[in-house]
Nanobody, 120 residues
Framework: QVQLVESGGGLVQAGGSLRLSCAASGSIFSINAMGWYRQAPGKQRESVAGITSGGRTNYADSVKGRFTISRDNAKNTVYLQMDSLKPEDAAVYYC??????????????WGQGTQVTVSS
């Protein structure tokens, strides 16, 4: 079993910054892609950013140029640096990880979520 634990959420003023972290632990031999999603009240969960095991990244158009995803493979941790935050960035942020089993089957795991609140 694999557990993902997020941290770093909180309250910030518009224009400010936050850095989210998500550490994976458990039966891990390797981790393929990792990513960040968010869900605001009354809205569907949406992809924010993703990063492959090789470091290739992708971003939602709404966060390009403001958010940066990175990972530390030695620590099984993914980060999301969020700069120039806007009120519309407020949401619960979730990380996920695609983890292959010994048999090669890939499973998707999710963190419990961390709240990001942006005041205007």
């Amino acid at each position: 079993q694999v557990q993902l634990v997020e941290s770093g959420g909180g309250l910030v003023q518009a224009g400010g910054s936050l850095r989210l972290s998500c550490a994976a632990s458990g039966s891990i031999f390797s981790i393929n892609a990792m990513g960040w999603y968010r869900q605001a009240p009354g809205k569907q969960r949406e992809s924010v950013a993703g990063i492959t095991s090789g470091g290739r990244t992708n971003y939602a158009d709404s966060v390009k140029g403001r958010f940066t995803i990175s990972r530390d493979n030695a620590k099984n941790t993914v980060y999301l640096q969020m700069d120039s935050l806007k009120p519309e960035d407020a949401a619960v942020y979730y990380c996920n990880a695609y983890v292959p089993s010994r048999s090669g089957v890939e499973f998707t795991y999710w963190g419990q979520g961390t709240q990001v609140t942006v005041s205007s």
